[in-house]
């Protein structure tokens, strides 16, 4: 094959493989528990656990990072899972009525949101969010809809933290009471049942 046929195919399989992949932005409190919901679901490529949504210029887990969210980005082939499937395990991993964080973790950079890119995203985010709403009308759901920023990974250390600390990972999600709380507001929904679905669908 000549280097211009190997250029032209090097060129189509990029534009392919980019054309089978898309990214999602969510904010679900401390972004490891978020990147462990994700990132071994089938459909699922990646997910990178970073800050997005504030106006810190370069925002560090211990440096300032003011105004922004802890959130992954989840890259993902939509002909396998689709956004909409991604939004389930977004609702069944949160609490979506507490304004003030998550869980023990407590400010605004552990605030639950939907980062959204195009109308579509967005008309996606405000139906599940009026589906939640209606389902639970006697509280109110705080998660917000957003459109969709900058995205800055965080350092390596805090990477796939689930897997390279899991004892203390679990001691801190333990700890934290997260998996009690998700039960105690989700238990018996459709969207555990479809968030439990979509997570063994191996």
């Known amino acids: 094959m000549t280097s211009f046929r190997l250029s032209l195919f090097a060129l189509f399989m ?3 493989l980019q054309a ?3 990214t999602a932005v969510f904010a679900g409190g401390c972004f ?3 990147e462990a919901a994700y990132q071994d679901v089938p459909g699922v490529t990646d997910v990178v656990s970073g800050f997005t949504g504030g106006t810190h210029p370069n925002p560090t887990y211990n440096g300032a990072h003011t105004g922004h969210y ?3 980005e989840v890259t993902y082939d939509p002909d396998a899972i689709s956004f909409e ?10 609490d979506p009525f507490d304004a003030g964080g998550q869980f023990c973790d407590r400010g605004d950079s552990y605030r639950t949101a939907i980062f959204v890119a195009g109308e579509g995203e967005r008309a996606l985010a405000e139906s599940t969010f009026n589906a939640v709403q209606g389902a639970f009308s006697d509280q109110m759901v705080v998660t917000e809809i957003l459109d969709r920023a900058k995205f800055f990974p965080v350092e390596e250390y805090h ?3 689930y ?3 899991s004892r ?3 001691f801190y999600r333990f700890a934290c009471g997260r998996d009690k709380r998700l039960k105690a507001v989700w238990s018996g929904t459709r969207w555990r049942e479809e968030s439990q679905r979509l997570s063994t669908a191996h």
């Open 32 to 34: 490891w528990c978020m």
């Open 14 to 16: 990029g534009a392919s």
């Open 168 to 170: 203390r990972y679990k």
């Open 163 to 165: 897997i390279k600390n």
């Open 20 to 22: 089978s992949a898309a």
């Open 159 to 161: 990477q796939d933290y």
């Open 70 to 72: 802890e959130a992954v």
């Open 85 to 94: 499937q991604l939004l389930m395990l977004f609702w069944a991993n949160v």
